[in-house]
């Protein structure tokens, strides 16, 4: 498909285990986005890349999280180590737009992460 | 810190009627304020924009007010129908962080047929 695409859609871990989270976004979209949503909130910044390069990576809670993008294209989100409190939905959005511009973002289905 | 407060956190209309969601924002230095729609399981969508060198922008059934003084923009749905039924966040970001976004904390829209 067009759109931007997340996998796996759902994901149990125990606590203490490490998971990686997967992100597709639209072909030549510069700019990608990882975001956090937990329950009945509205998502919050974790990083962002231009290209290859992370610009800001402030949002991310703890060094538990790590991001990247090695070629410019698909990103993976890890966590290591993961806590309950790491239970949310993992949106990733795309743009074709570069840093120092402001437009739309194109957000996938997210990666619904359960920590028990 | 929430730079963005978003205003109410639910909300039920009739078919029909009029929705209205207000967000109020505390970082003078955004410049871009758009509004998301999010169903059950999907990601957040955009729905309309606004930048502050215009106080309201019309795109169908829905429309931006903004005011600019006030630091407040609001969204309202005209001719509200069932299959508006979502979540509205309100958002903001500034040129000099790209398009990061910060949400506000979001709006159960229930329209009722």
């Known amino acids: 498909g067009a759109g931007v695409s997340q996998s796996p859609r759902y994901k149990v871990a125990k606590r203490g285990q490490d998971v990686a989270l997967r992100c597709d976004p639209i072909s030549g979209h510069v700019s990608l986005f990882w975001y956090q949503q937990a329950l009945g909130q509205g998502p919050e910044f974790l990083t962002y890349?231009?290209?290859?390069?992370?610009?800001?990576k402030s949002g991310l809670p703890s060094d538990r999280f790590f991001a990247e993008r090695p070629e410019g294209s698909v990103s993976t989100l890890k966590i290591q180590r993961t806590q309950q409190e790491d239970s949310a939905v993992y949106l990733c959005?795309?743009?074709?737009?570069?840093?120092?511009?402001?437009?739309?973002?194109?957000f996938g289905e997210g990666s619904r992460l359960t920590v028990l | 810190q929430q730079q963005v407060k978003q205003s109410p956190q639910s909300l039920i209309v009739q078919k029909g009627g009029i929705s209205i969601i207000n967000c109020a924002y505390e970082?003078?230095?955004?410049?871009?304020f758009p509004w998301y729609q999010q169903f059950p399981g999907k990601g957040p969508a955009l729905l309309i924009a606004?930048?502050?060198?215009?106080s309201e922008k019309k795109e169908g059934r829905f429309t931006i007010s903004f005011n600019k003084s006030a630091k407040q923009f609001s969204l309202h749905i005209m001719d509200s129908q069932p299959g508006d039924s979502a979540t509205y966040f309100c958002a903001a970001s500034k040129e000099t962080s790209g398009s990061r976004l910060t949400f506000g904390e979001g709006t159960q829209l229930t329209v009722n047929p």
């Open positions: 606004i930048r502050p060198d215009v």
């Open positions: 970082n003078t230095a955004f410049d871009y």
């Open positions: 890349f231009q290209n290859e390069a992370q610009l800001d």
């Open positions: 959005a795309s743009s074709p737009r570069r840093v120092r511009s402001t437009g739309e973002l194109f």
